[in-house]
């Protein structure tokens, strides 16, 4: 069985982090538009796509005390070094030395001997766009995202187009599943639905197809957006509808839940209904411990915008779920 995901950062990390436990072939596509945080701040520097999202599903997929697992997940917190990624490094270095970002993750997988693959989604050097209603073009996740007055987006788009990595389209075509993960909507997910060769591979699957919901609403992305008002905004860059949508049915940790209301971030409210597809609602919220809490926190830079991710899904129950699917829905 070949699943394979779409997305970006946190929110696919952690369903491979899930689908290790399980007897599967995985392949995670990743984004590489994110300009943001550290691997935003190498982005500047040596004109290359982002590596910070393809860092994390590549240390999803380690153990935590190998040497791979640490180098992968090391973040320095102090001096001139403040908020720099070990792992973001060593990709960046294997990118620039090859002239490609699928070359270094391939060389690195190959070293840290694992079973599961991770693509990047292009090679390109390329960033999210998005055209607005009132008329104005912006360049860049974080652009988009503090943009004011924050204006409807009306079209998302790159710039420059940059196509699909052939491995990409080949995995989707050889898929038994294809997920969609959570994640940041606009800049995250349908970023990388928007290089060339995605949506014509995914409309030619035969493979069902899987939308996990965000727990939260995102400031500058989904302001007040509902459950249906992400499948909505999804359809038109997906090119076919999902086949199922998996939706967190539990309460958010309210001492968490608390730390995100000055950022205007919401619970994401359920308005789907059977027919707008085959909807699976259940408990996928994880309660982190304090040790847990440390590690999501990241340090931030001058100049680095890094978003918060504490309150997220339980790696275990999301690919517990994801795995039962299997055979109880059809494209």
């Known amino acids: 069985m070949h699943i394979v995901t779409l997305g970006s950062g ?8 899930g689908l290790r436990e399980h007897p599967c072939e995985v392949t995670a596509v990743v984004g590489v538009t994110d300009n943001g945080g550290h691997s935003g701040h190498l982005r500047r520097l040596l004109h290359i796509p982002q590596v910070g999202d393809t860092r994390q599903c590549l240390s999803a997929l380690a153990d935590n005390n190998s040497l791979w697992g640490r180098l992968l997940q090391h973040r320095f917190a102090a001096g001139d070094l403040d908020g720099v990624s070990v792992g973001n490094v060593i990709l960046a270095a294997l990118a620039s030395e090859h002239g490609s970002l699928n070359a270094a993750v391939a060389e690195i997988r190959e070293a840290a001997v694992f079973a599961q693959r991770v693509l990047p989604v292009s ?27 924050t204006s409807p987006v009306r079209r998302l788009f790159l710039q420059p187009s940059s196509p699909a990595h052939p491995a990409v389209t080949e995995a989707i075509a050889a898929a ?14 349908i970023s990388v639905l928007l290089h060339p060769g995605v949506k014509q591979a995914l409309r030619r699957s035969q493979a069902p197809i899987v939308q996990v919901l965000n727990l939260l609403t995102q400031p500058g992305q989904t302001d ?7 499948l909505t905004t999804l359809q038109p860059y997906l090119g076919r509808p999902a086949d199922a949508v998996l939706v967190n049915n539990a309460p958010l940790p309210p001492d968490l839940l608390r730390l995100y209301e000055p950022q205007g971030a919401q619970p994401v409210v359920n308005d789907l209904t059977p027919a707008d597809a085959c909807l699976i609602a259940a408990d996928l919220v994880e309660h982190p411990d304090p040790e847990a809490l440390r590690a999501y926190t990241r340090p931030q830079a001058s100049g680095m915008h890094v978003g918060m991710h504490l309150i997220r899904h339980d790696a275990h129950k999301l690919a517990a779920r994801i795995m039962a699917l299997m055979g109880r829905i059809r494209p």
């Open 224 to 230: 007040g957006y509902t459950a249906r008002q992400h």
């Open 176 to 189: 038994d599943l294809l997920v969609i993960c959570a994640g940041s909507l606009l800049t995250g997910v």
């Open 10 to 17: 946190t929110g696919q990390a952690t369903l491979l982090r």
């Open 123 to 149: 090679d390109g050097d390329t960033q999210v766009g998005a055209e607005l209603d009132d008329g104005r073009r912006l360049i860049g996740e974080w652009q988009i995202m503090q943009r004011r007055p």
